[in-house]
């Protein structure tokens, strides 16, 4: 089982809808949590941490939720150049910073 | 510049042959990590260099993988004998200046090196 599992997507939603995507992590030492951005041919950049108290950006709400091993991003009043695949991050105590990454969900918003 | 360089941003080389690729990171960065990215995957992690020393290499896929990192400063990671499975985007990221290896932090990625192998 990867260590962490996204729903791959493709997710299709026109201007302005409210977007949801999930993600699911295996190890329960895992430590810290982010959602990464990564538009087509181009390096992931961070789009925000996850925080236990769950935390918002702007249009963008992230919510962790350590007892299930879940963590999700709400994209509201969606904009076109919200389109990119967003990526779920875990990191573990043990294993110096590296970054575990889903594979990401794919999100084209439409005119 | 300000954030982490790669060279080259493609390279498209025959099987068998060597190849190295180039990261510069940000300026006074002592931590450093390779990823790569294939078709289709994940993320996956390389190496991981704190300084000049490489603390974990385990995601190193096989012996024609490695890396070094001189002056605590720019890394090299070498491709022996390259396979057409090898074809990836091998990228270099930093951690906030001052992590020291503590707590999971988010790390800054260059822009990659596009690697084919034909």
């Known amino acids: 089982r990867k260590e962490v599992e996204q729903d791959p997507g493709p997710f299709n939603v026109p201007e302005g809808a409210t977007v949801a995507f999930n993600c699911t992590y295996s190890?329960?030492?895992?430590?810290?949590f982010f959602w990464y951005r990564q538009d087509c041919r181009k390096e992931p950049k961070l789009l925000m941490s996850?925080?236990?108290s769950g935390n918002e950006d702007g249009r963008f709400t992230a919510q962790l939720n350590r007892a299930s091993q879940y963590i999700s991003l709400l994209i509201r009043d969606s904009k076109l150049s919200d389109s990119a695949t967003y990526l779920c991050?875990?990191?573990?105590?043990?294993?110096?910073?590296?970054?575990?990454f889903g594979r990401g969900t794919q999100l084209t918003v439409w005119p | 510049g300000a954030g982490v360089s790669q060279s080259p941003s493609n390279k498209v080389t025959e099987k068998g042959k060597d190849v190295e690729l180039r990261c510069d990171p940000i300026?006074?960065?002592?931590?450093l990590y390779w990823y790569r990215q294939s078709l289709g995957q994940g993320l996956e992690f390389l190496i991981y260099?704190?300084?000049?020393?490489?603390?974990?290499k385990s995601g190193l896929p096989s012996d024609r993988f490695s890396a070094e990192r001189t002056g605590g400063s720019v890394s090299t990671l070498t491709i022996q004998r390259t396979q057409q499975e090898d074809s990836a985007v091998y990228l270099c990221?930093?951690?906030?200046?001052?992590?020291?290896?503590?707590?999971?932090?988010?790390?800054?990625f260059g822009p990659g090196t596009r690697l084919t192998v034909t």
């Open positions: 991050v875990v990191t573990r105590g043990s294993t110096l910073g590296r970054l575990y």
């Open positions: 190890n329960s030492a895992s430590q810290s």
């Open positions: 996850v925080y236990s």
């Open positions: 300026s006074g960065h002592t931590a």
């Open positions: 260099f704190q300084g000049n020393s490489a603390p974990d």
């Open positions: 990221a930093n951690p906030p200046p001052g992590w020291s290896g503590g707590m999971g932090t988010e790390q800054y």
